[in-house]
């Protein structure tokens, strides 16, 4: 079979199949707004959708670099004629820029939507309101943290800052987990979603754990050798 890796109209073809489905969470908040406009007031689903689609592409972007690993070892496992190195995954790296963009996109949505529908853009408003709850500075920090790295996703910053880019995107775990945070510290007790998505985050950083205290002990190629021995 063909490697995707080397095919780059497949890439782009897969990229283009990507941002259109994640524009779809946008469509419907588009939805959303109109109805609020129409004064049916669904704030609370507003602010509920952009901030669970911010958290999931958030996910998304971490998702990507375990997942190569995960789908290699399968093609390793079931024999699969393609599949069996790691490069043969490099393509999905392509499309982890984009997942981190479209988490940007919604993040900036949820904010707007914070202190255009719920705080009507009154600064001292909003002050008071982080000072109430807890749960607003927290998420404002993730957001924070979130702008140098939609600004260093440029290539031409991933050139200038060589391995202090890499070294700065690291702080993308910081980002997922002060947004576990803030979900948590707004979720009523009973709902357990926190839960499912605090267990998915647990396992994207602890693969990324294992390969920083055991370098190579996940890399494909050791588990093949030890198979073939
Ligand atoms: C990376 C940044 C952020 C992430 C990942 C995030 C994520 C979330 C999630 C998952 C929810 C719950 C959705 C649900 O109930 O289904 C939520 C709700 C909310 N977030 Fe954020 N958020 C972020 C930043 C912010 C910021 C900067 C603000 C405002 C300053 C904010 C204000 C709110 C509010 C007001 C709610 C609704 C709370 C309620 O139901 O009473 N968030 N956010």
């Not at 996109?105 to 309101?129: K, N, P, Q, S």
């Not at 807890?134 to 031409?156: D, M």
């Amino acid at each position: 079979m063909k490697p995707l890796a080397g095919s780059v109209n497949r890439v782009t073809q897969i990229k283009i199949v990507l941002f259109s489905i994640s524009l779809l969470p946008g469509l419907k908040m588009a939805g959303l707004l109109y109805q609020e406009i129409a004064a049916v007031n669904p704030l609370a689903e507003l602010m509920g959708t952009s901030g669970s689609w911010t958290l999931i592409f958030l996910l998304l972007t971490l998702l990507v670099s375990p997942l190569r690993f995960w789908v290699c070892w399968i093609c390793l496992f079931f024999h699969v004629s393609y599949g069996k190195r790691l490069s043969d995954w490099n393509w999905l790296i392509k499309c982890r820029r984009m997942l981190g963009l479209f988490c940007f996109f919604y993040a900036c949505v949820h904010l707007f939507f914070y202190l255009w529908l719920e705080m009507g853009f009154l600064i001292d408003e909003v002050l008071l309101d982080f000072n109430d709850r807890l749960f607003l500075p927290v998420g404002f920090a993730a957001f924070i943290l979130l702008l140098p790295l939609a600004i260093t996703s440029l290539e031409w910053f991933r050139i200038r800052l060589g391995k202090n880019w890499r070294r700065l995107h690291r702080s993308t775990y910081l980002v997922a987990i002060l947004a576990m945070i803030h979900f948590v510290m707004l979720t009523k007790v009973g709902n357990n979603r926190p839960l499912y998505y605090g267990l998915i985050l647990g396992v994207l950083l602890g693969h990324r754990l294992l390969m920083f205290l055991r370098p190579g002990s996940l890399h494909p190629k050791n588990y093949a050798m030890e198979h073939t021995r």
